[in-house]
């Protein structure tokens, strides 16, 4: 029997009385399986994480969540320019006392999962002196150390370069299907979620949200509304297997023409 | 019609008191001429000059503006019974309650006199009133007796009250030829060794008499010697320094809170002479804390009894002929015994001889 | 650059203790009374050792009391003092990931200065007037974070913003209480709290701060990981399973209580909060555990040197206040340019 590991109702969010960032959402991530969402920019998706992981209360409606979630933010600095050991560590916050310090077994769970995600000989090296698909690494080995049921990752490619997205999402793929671990992510490349979320969410408008599986959902008409682009949904043989994404249909004639308009 | 009435009244006035006043124009103690019709109708004072003021005028009558912290003093102590009304005389003529002046209050006043303090050459005592063309008598701080003296003579000259200071003069000088003639039997009985005293004006921050400070010259003229004579200003110490001096005796300034037990309780004094010995005592209040033309003695005498316990003591009758003679007041054993500070100095060695019952004793052989 | 686990930040902590420990030797050395050091040797070991052991009681009383009644208490409590405003800004700058911060630049010690003044008038004394001083420190705080969170832009300017205008507000209030106190039994008190200075240490007012900065210390010591966490921004902290906003007001309430003790003990010092933390971070690194144990030693090493300039210098003491300003500011501009020149990662 499938149970959700995520499944929210009626959601809605306003920081101000009235001004709401979204109102009315419904969704839900069922276990092992993976859930993108995708929306415009400053359409609350980052809300939306917040209200998941239970760091924000929803103005109104339910969030219910079923095991233990871990959250990999979008690429960030750090003030403080601690190792990468340091940072790994932190994932361990929830299961070190208030007033204890990170032990000798937090430490060896904290190299262990660097060693998981392959950046094991970067432990003692300052955090700042890693690319960005390094750093990218570093925290997806912390939000692994605290070992989740559930992963939420807020674009965790779009600061990327083309390999190590397919690197990360590699990685998102491995989780859910080989771990049993239920994956949420947000992003903006609508071909990420094409080729490994199994569901998705689109946020089209501040009231109004569709989600479902892949194939229902990401239509070409919903793309359309989504982004306000012309676009084809492509599906083509690679090796045996069969292939979807999708292309903005833009020439120089149309670009030119939707100037005028 | 009364406006020349008043006036007539005053030219009388003029002419009955210059008979008593100095011919050349007294100096004020910055060298300046003092142009001061006398005596003088309306007087703001802001230093120490007011209850010598009040002494010499016998009344508040012309006092029509004081600053609050000598207004203070003097309705709080001993000279409150003497002069009643002068709680009631205006202190909005200092902006702090001590000596920067508010002109406009002083203006409003229109005074004949405004005796003022040079400070340490602090402009925004003097430099206001002199712009405002206000008739400045500058007071310096005291040095020596004949700052006493000529704080009394100006003060004299203004007030048409000369013959009176005169008086007072010549009584402190009397005062002294006794005093030294007991402070030299009694450094004999000692063979010359003259007693370290150190005079806390403040307990904490630490800060002794100077050797520049008028108090410093009275307690060597009582027979003892000032441990911090080196000192050019007041200044703070360190509890080290003290230590370093090891005072016999240490007397506390008349008017704060600081009591002998205070330096009894406190571990750092522990081996400071005084201390063991119990010879921390506090200054008595007096009218005037103590000090000046009239209770400068009276402060010497208190000193040099308790450095000489072997000398009779002559003081509670001294307080007591002074208040009377200077002042027309009668002091009762209880008041005197005020201002002795018999109860916070009772805990120090030798001071009961200075009790009432003692006192009457050793006068009567 | 330094990072944590380099020979030097191993070092640091057991090295910064050892010097410690030789000033506060050294301290209890200086002052106006003569006393040998061999007589200073001999009283301390008097207190270390048990009785059996102790050397025999050759000094005089004047010897003892000057070296245990007269400089221990000072020493003790400058580097209390030195410790705590260590550590205070080393959490500070932690918690507010903002290098520029210190309990003075965010109004603390002006807020504390002002419970303590307002407690001298209002006739308070001993533990009233510590809870008066941390009440002070605790809204001016409260305030400086408040106002830099009216403005929208988040990051390092509004908190050092919010602060000076907090810091301004309180010193105009302390000038007012000065106006209205009474000039002979009052104002002394209170200028001495603006002023800062040791001059006044007494085995009373050991007694009655450490407690306060050992207690507040030692939690933010048993804290000091938890700096790391929110030095990483609320969201990531939140999403970590921190209780951000309970653990922040905690931290914010230890380091009010270090300053309000602090600062009833000596008056406002200056600088020593924002200065120590940088200094000590090129030292062991920006790992905040380490950090805050090398910054309390280091500031307790800092302050005493700065007492001890302050005792000898001049025939008249010093306050150590001007002088913690006239080391501090210079250090912290040198500082600043070398962070502007090797670009500060901030939010």
């Keep these: 029997m499938t149970r959700d590991a995520i499944a929210f109702t009626g959601l809605g969010h306003a920081y101000r009385r009235d001004e709401w960032i979204f109102r009315g959402y419904h969704g839900r991530l069922a276990k092992g399986r993976i859930m993108a969402v995708l929306g415009p920019n400053g359409c609350g998706k980052t809300t939306l994480l917040r209200l998941l992981l239970g760091i924000a209360a929803p103005t109104e409606g339910q969030v219910t969540i079923e095991g233990k979630a871990a959250f990999v933010p979008q690429l960030f600095q750090v003030g403080f320019d601690y190792s990468v050991l340091d940072m790994v560590l932190m994932g361990r916050a929830a299961k070190v006392a208030l007033l204890a310090q990170p032990s000798r077994r937090d430490e060896e769970a904290a190299l262990a999962a660097l060693d998981r995600v392959g950046m094991a000989d970067f432990a003692s090296r300052p ?79 501040p009231d109004h949200a569709v989600s479902g599986p892949v194939a229902d959902i990401l239509t070409e008409d919903n793309l359309r509304q989504l982004y306000g682009v012309p676009l084809k949904l492509l599906g083509f043989e690679h090796e045996g297997r069969p292939h979807r994404t999708l292309a903005p249909v833009l020439t120089p004639e149309v670009i030119l023409e939707r100037g005028r308009s | ?103 406009e209050a002083i203006l409003r006043r229109a005074p004949d006199a405004v005796f003022q303090w040079v400070g340490r050459n602090d402009p925004a005592y003097l430099e206001p009133l002199d712009r405002a063309g206000l008739p400045v008598v500058a007071l310096r701080q005291t040095r020596d007796e004949r700052d006493y003296f000529s704080t009394a003579r100006l003060i004299g000259a203004v007030s048409g009250r000369s013959a009176r200071a005169e008086a007072l003069i010549d009584d402190y000088r009397d005062s002294y030829a006794r005093l030294d003639h007991h402070v030299q039997a009694g450094l004999q009985a000692t063979k010359g060794r003259r007693q370290r005293v150190l005079y806390l004006w403040k307990w904490r921050p630490l800060i002794p008499i100077d050797g520049k400070n008028f108090f410093g010259t009275l307690l060597e003229r009582a027979g003892g010697v000032n441990v911090a004579a080196q000192l050019a200003r007041p200044e703070r110490v360190s509890m080290e320094k003290i230590l370093l001096w090891d005072p016999e005796v240490v007397v506390l300034f008349c008017c704060d809170r600081t009591t002998p037990s205070d330096l009894y309780q406190d571990p750092m004094w522990r081996p400071v002479s005084a201390v063991r010995n119990r010879r921390v005592y506090k200054v008595p209040s007096g009218g005037s804390r103590f000090a000046d033309l009239v209770e400068g003695p009276l402060y010497s005498r208190w000193l040099t009894e308790l450095l000489f316990p072997e000398l009779p003591s002559t003081l509670r009758g001294d307080l007591r002929q002074t208040f009377q003679q200077v002042y027309g007041l009668d002091l009762d054993d209880d008041t005197l015994d005020h201002t002795l500070h018999m109860k916070v100095n009772s805990v120090s060695a030798g001071y009961d001889r200075f009790s009432r019952s003692l006192t009457q004793e050793s006068l009567r052989p | ?64 009391v000057a070296v245990t009644i007269i400089r221990l208490p000072r020493v003790l409590l400058v580097c209390l003092a030195g410790a705590g405003l260590g550590l205070a800004g ?43 001083a941390f009440a002070g420190g605790m809204v001016a705080l409260a305030l400086a974070w408040t106002l830099s969170r009216l403005g929208r832009g988040g990051g390092v300017l509004p908190l050092v913003l919010g602060g000076i205008i907090v810091a301004a507000f309180f010193t105009a209030l302390n000038g007012l209480l000065q106006y209205v106190a009474d000039p002979d039994s009052k104002l002394p ?117 700065m007492d001890d300039v302050a005792r000898t210098l001049a025939s008249q003491e010093l306050p150590i206040g001007v002088l913690t300003a006239v080391v501090g500011t210079p250090v912290f501009a040198f500082l600043y340019w070398r962070l502007q020149a090797r670009g500060w990662n901030n939010d």
């Design chain 1, 127 to 205: 955090f700042h002196h890693l690319s960005g698909g390094q750093r990218q690494m570093v925290i997806f080995a912390r939000a692994l150390v605290s070992a989740p049921e559930i992963m939420i990752l807020d674009e965790p490619s779009s600061a990327l370069d083309l390999r190590n997205q397919a690197v990360i999402l590699e990685r998102m793929a491995m989780l859910a299907h080989h771990d049993g671990l239920s994956v949420l992510f947000t992003t903006h490349h609508p071909h990420h979620a094409l080729s490994v979320a199994d569901d998705v969410l689109l946020m089209l408008r």
């Design chain 2, 1 to 103: 019609m009364r406006l020349i009435l008043t006036s007539v009244a005053l030219a009388v006035l003029c002419l009955v008191r210059t008979g008593e006043a100095q011919t050349p124009p007294p100096q004020d103690q910055r060298g300046r001429d003092v142009s001061v019709a006398a005596p003088a109708q309306r007087v703001v004072t802001f230093n120490s000059v007011l209850w010598l003021y009040l002494t010499l005028e016998r009344g508040a009558g012309p006092i029509a503006g004081a600053s609050a912290s000598t207004v203070r003093t003097v309705s709080t102590g001993l000279l409150d019974r003497a002069f009643p009304s002068a709680a009631a005389i205006p202190t909005d003529v200092s902006v702090d309650g001590f000596f920067v002046p508010n002109v």
């Design chain 3, 1 to 64: 650059m330094s990072i944590s686990s380099s020979s030097l930040a191993r070092l640091a902590v057991p090295l910064l203790s050892l010097s410690l420990l030789l000033a506060m030797l050294m301290s209890l050395r200086i002052g106006t009374y003569p006393v040998p050091t061999l007589t200073v040797a001999r009283v301390v070991l008097a207190w270390l050792l048990p009785a059996g052991m102790a050397p025999a009681s050759d000094w005089s009383e004047a010897e003892w």
């Design chain 3, 90 to 132: 080393a959490a500070l700058q932690g918690m507010m990931r903002n290098p520029l911060v210190g309990p003075d630049i965010v109004g603390i010690s002006a807020g504390a200065a002002f419970g303590g003044i307002l407690a001298i008038l209002l006739d308070f004394s001993g533990p009233a007037m510590l809870a008066a």
């Design chain 3, 189 to 305: 008190a209170m200028v001495y709290w603006l002023i800062g200075s040791f001059a006044a240490a007494s085995i009373d007012k050991l007694v009655l701060v450490a407690p306060p900065i050992v207690l507040a210390g030692g939690l933010l010591l048993a804290l000091r990981w938890r700096v790391n966490l929110l030095s990483l921004g609320e969201l990531d902290a939140a999403s970590l399973g921190i209780r951000v906003e309970r653990l922040r007001w905690l931290i914010i309430a230890l380091v009010a209580m270090i300053v309000a003790a602090q600062v009833s003990a000596s008056g406002m010092v200056g600088w020593v909060g924002l200065v120590v933390p940088h200094f000590t971070r090129m030292l062991v690194g920006p790992d905040h555990r380490r950090l805050l144990p090398a910054s309390a030693l280091f500031g307790a090493l800092f302050l005493l040197m």
